[in-house]
Structures are given as structure tokens and as C-alpha cells.
């Protein structure tokens, strides 16, 4: 299996702009995971689906963020409208029945 | 006071000691995983532990539930070992996973 495949690896794009983030978990995990780190706040948990049902978005900051998992192989994190306050790594993570997570390469998200 | 603390926050050695990093944590919990981000930024799960200890390779991490502690120990420590350790407080039904701010290590040569 190739991992936790996360696309693109780098996103500059301009204040106001809609940003989108994908995630292809690993075939047959049934949990995906979208944080976020930044030099001040660390990692934080955006939003948990389990069986492609959202299960905690509490993490979500507010409004302009959103997320999707259509089906178990693809997921979407979609800013609009980004800020620069957004600017960070975004991480996608799958896991199994054990427990065990496995990270995606994440995506740098600049907004200028 | 954050849920998770770790310490140190920053730990330089040289190649051969043997290294600690500590893990304290407030909430209770159902597991704790063990996290290594290297420079390139890639996170590797490195353990998911509820108690006892676990091994691999040079690396053992050791889990107190009573004390709410938890310690990850490197054994004969080499360059390569130099990245940023996170411990995970995974809490309640939903999964969610607490972080701690990081333990930056260097080990030199």
C-alpha cells in the first residue's frame, strides 16, 4: 500500500481564495483524521469520520472550514474563504481496528 | 495548564546515551501513542500503548496509568534519531487525539 496519500504538497494562494485539501486513506481503514499544526498551537484534531460518517468536528475553527468523505478512499478539507491566519500543515491520518495511525506527508498551506 | 505535557521541550545529545522523554497527562485516557515528526515534516506512529511497555528495535516506551505518565527511552542513540517526539492522549469514544507540544531532539555526533 502506498500510505496516506495527500494532495497537493504545497498551497500558496491569495486571502479570499478557496482552498482545497485531499486525502486518500489507506484501503480499509475505517478512520480518517484532518489536523492542523502551526508553530504556536502544535497539532489539533480538525475533524474525525469513521465509516465515512463525521464523528467529532469540534476541532473545525469556524465556518469557512468544511470536510467530506464521499467514500471510504477520498476526503476533502475545503477552506473558503482562506485567510492567512490558515496558513499551516494540514495532516491527513487513517487508522484501523487497532488503533494504530498512519499519517499522510501533509500539505503546506500558505495564504497570502 | 495543556492536558498533555511533555519535557524536555528541547534535548540535545551525543550519539551512544541513552535519552528519555517524558509524558504527562491529565485526562484519562484509553491509549497513548507515541509520535516521531522528522525535518522533512513527515509523522510516524512510533507506538499506540495502554499500558505496560512496548519495544522496537532502540526504542522502548513504557506507559503508568495510575501515575498518568508515560516515557519513551532511546537506547544508544544515533544522529538519525534527531526529530521532534510527540505524545497522544487518545481520550473518550470519539478517537480525539491530544497532543503534546513536542520534545525537540538533536543527537550529535
Known amino acids: 500500500d502506498a500510505g496516506v496519500i495527500q494532495s497537493p504538497r504545497h498551497e500558496v494562494t491569495e486571502m479570499g481564495q478557496e482552498v482545497t485539501l485531499r486525502c486518500k486513506p489507506i484501503s480499509g481503514h475505517n478512520s480518517l483524521f484532518w489536523y492542523r499544526q502551526t508553530m504556536m498551537r502544535g497539532l489539533e484534531l480538525l475533524i474525525y469520520f469513521n465509516n465515512n460518517v463525521p464523528i467529532d468536528d469540534s476541532g473545525m475553527p469556524e465556518d469557512r472550514f468544511s470536510a467530506k468523505m464521499p467514500n471510504a478512499s477520498f476526503s476533502t478539507l475545503k477552506i473558503q474563504p482562506s485567510e492567512p491566519r490558515d496558513s499551516a500543515v494540514y495532516f491527513c491520518a487513517s487508522g484501523g481496528d487497532g488503533g494504530k495511525l498512519f499519517f499522510g506527508s501533509g500539505t503546506q498551506l500558505s495564504v497570502l | 495548564k495543556n492536558e498533555v505535557e511533555q519535557s524536555p521541550q528541547n534535548l540535545t545529545a551525543q550519539e551512544g546515551e541513552f535519552i528519555t522523554i517524558n509524558c504527562s497527562y491529565s485526562?484519562?485516557?484509553?491509549?497513548l501513542h507515541w509520535l516521531q515528526q522528522h525535518p522533512g515534516g513527515g509523522i510516524v506512529s512510533l507506538f499506540m500503548l495502554s499500558s505496560g511497555k512496548k519495544k522496537h528495535g532502540r526504542l522502548i516506551a513504557t506507559i503508568n496509568i495510575q501515575e498518568k505518565h508515560s516515557s519513551l527511552h532511546i537506547t544508544a542513540s544515533h544522529p538519525r534519531d534527531s526529530a521532534v517526539y510527540i505524545c497522544?492522549?487518545?481520550?473518550?469514544?470519539?478517537?480525539?487525539?491530544?497532543f503534546g507540544t513536542g520534545t525537540r531532539l538533536q543527537v550529535t555526533l
Open positions: 485526562v484519562g485516557i484509553s491509549a
Open positions: 497522544a492522549a487518545l481520550t473518550g469514544t470519539a478517537s480525539k487525539l491530544t
